[in-house]
C-alpha cells in the first residue's frame, strides 16, 4: 500500500472517530455530504457549510486540518480541490462565490473534541430546545465528557444556575468567544505545533492556525 493510501485510510478513521455534533440542514446539508469525504481524502476536517446572501451568494466552507491549522495556502488548495467537485455535483443552481476559510481564533465548536481541545476557555451555547430553563448559555468549558459538556457562568443571572451541564445532543450551536487568554493560548499552540512539541504528522505544514484570509473563487451556476 502506497503512502499516499495509507495517510487517505488514516484520515478517514480519524473522521469517522471525531465526527461533527453540529451539522446542518437543506443546501448546506447538501453540499456538506459532497465534499466532507473530498475534505477527508486530502487530510482536512469540515468545521462548517454555510450559503449566504453575502455579495450576492456566497457558499461559504469552512475547514481545518486535522491538527487544527490551516493556511491561507492551504485555503487556495481546498478550494482548487473542491470547485470541480462542486462544477459536476452542481448542488446550487444560481450564480455563487466559493469562500474557503480557517475557523479563526474565535471558532465553532462542532465536535467533542474541539470542547476538550478549547477546555477552560469561555464559550456560547445555543440549545435546540429549552435546557434548565433557557437555550442561551455562556461560560468556561470546566468538563467534558462522552455525553455533555458542562459550562461555568461567567455572567450570571439571577436565578440561573451557575453551573449547567448541557448535553451535545441538545447543542444547535457552540463558538468560542474572543478573549485575551484566548489568543494567547492559541497562539501559544500554534508556535507549539509548528516546533513540534505537539505532536501531529501535519505540524511540519502548519503556519498559522489564526489564518483568517479567505481563498475566493467564483463559481459560474445555470439557473
Same mark, same amino acid.
Not at 475557523?103 to 476557555?121: N, Q, Y
Given at each position: 500500500?502506497?503512502?499516499?493510501?495509507?495517510?487517505?485510510?488514516?484520515?478517514?478513521?480519524?473522521? @469517522?472517530?471525531?465526527?461533527?455534533?453540529?451539522?446542518?440542514?437543506? $443546501?448546506?446539508?447538501? $453540499?456538506?455530504?459532497?465534499?466532507?469525504?473530498?475534505?477527508?481524502?486530502?487530510?482536512?476536517?469540515? $468545521?462548517? =457549510?454555510?450559503?449566504?446572501?453575502?455579495?450576492?451568494?456566497?457558499?461559504?466552507?469552512?475547514?481545518?486540518?486535522?491538527?487544527?491549522?490551516?493556511?491561507?495556502?492551504?485555503?487556495?488548495?481546498? %478550494?482548487?480541490?473542491? %470547485?470541480?467537485?462542486?462544477?459536476?455535483?452542481?448542488?446550487?443552481?444560481?450564480?455563487?462565490?466559493?469562500?474557503?476559510?480557517?475557523?479563526?481564533?474565535?471558532?465553532?465548536?462542532?465536535?467533542?473534541?474541539?470542547?476538550?481541545?478549547? @477546555?477552560?476557555?469561555?464559550?456560547?451555547?445555543?440549545?435546540?430546545? $429549552?435546557?434548565?430553563?433557557?437555550?442561551?448559555?455562556?461560560?468556561?468549558?470546566?468538563?467534558?465528557?462522552?455525553? @455533555? =459538556?458542562?459550562?461555568?457562568?461567567?455572567? !450570571?443571572?439571577?436565578?440561573?444556575?451557575? =453551573?449547567?451541564?448541557?448535553?451535545?445532543?441538545?447543542?444547535?450551536?457552540?463558538?468560542?468567544?474572543?478573549?485575551?487568554?484566548?489568543?494567547?493560548?492559541?497562539?501559544?499552540?500554534?508556535?507549539?505545533?509548528?516546533?513540534?512539541?505537539? !505532536?501531529?504528522?501535519?505540524?511540519?505544514?502548519?503556519?498559522?492556525?489564526? !489564518?483568517? %484570509? @479567505?481563498?475566493?473563487?467564483?463559481?459560474?451556476?445555470?439557473?
Amino acid at each position: 500500500m502506497t503512502e499516499s493510501a495509507n495517510t487517505q485510510q488514516e484520515a478517514a478513521a480519524s473522521g @469517522a472517530t471525531d465526527e461533527r455534533i453540529i451539522t446542518e440542514t437543506g $443546501v448546506d446539508a447538501r $453540499v456538506a455530504g459532497i465534499i466532507e469525504p473530498v475534505l477527508t481524502s486530502i487530510g482536512f476536517r469540515l $468545521v462548517r =457549510v454555510r450559503l449566504t446572501g453575502l455579495n450576492g451568494l456566497t457558499l461559504q466552507i469552512m475547514t481545518e486540518r486535522n491538527d487544527g491549522t490551516m493556511t491561507v495556502e492551504d485555503c487556495e488548495l481546498v %478550494s482548487r480541490t473542491l %470547485s470541480p467537485v462542486l462544477d459536476v455535483e452542481d448542488p446550487i443552481d444560481r450564480h455563487y462565490h466559493l469562500e474557503v476559510s480557517s475557523p479563526g481564533i474565535d471558532r465553532p465548536l462542532v465536535r467533542k473534541s474541539d470542547f476538550t481541545t478549547w @477546555a477552560g476557555h469561555i464559550v456560547k451555547v445555543d440549545t435546540s430546545a $429549552v435546557h434548565q430553563g433557557r437555550k442561551k448559555f455562556r461560560g468556561r468549558i470546566a468538563a467534558v465528557s462522552d455525553e @455533555a =459538556v458542562t459550562v461555568e457562568s461567567d455572567q !450570571a443571572s439571577y436565578g440561573d444556575s451557575p =453551573v449547567v451541564e448541557i448535553p451535545f445532543e441538545l447543542i444547535a450551536d457552540a463558538r468560542l468567544v474572543l478573549t485575551d487568554d484566548l489568543i494567547r493560548d492559541a497562539l501559544r499552540r500554534d508556535k507549539d505545533l509548528r516546533e513540534g512539541r505537539i !505532536a501531529d504528522d501535519d505540524a511540519d505544514a502548519a503556519e498559522a492556525s489564526d !489564518a483568517t %484570509s @479567505a481563498a475566493d473563487q467564483e463559481q459560474t451556476k445555470k439557473n
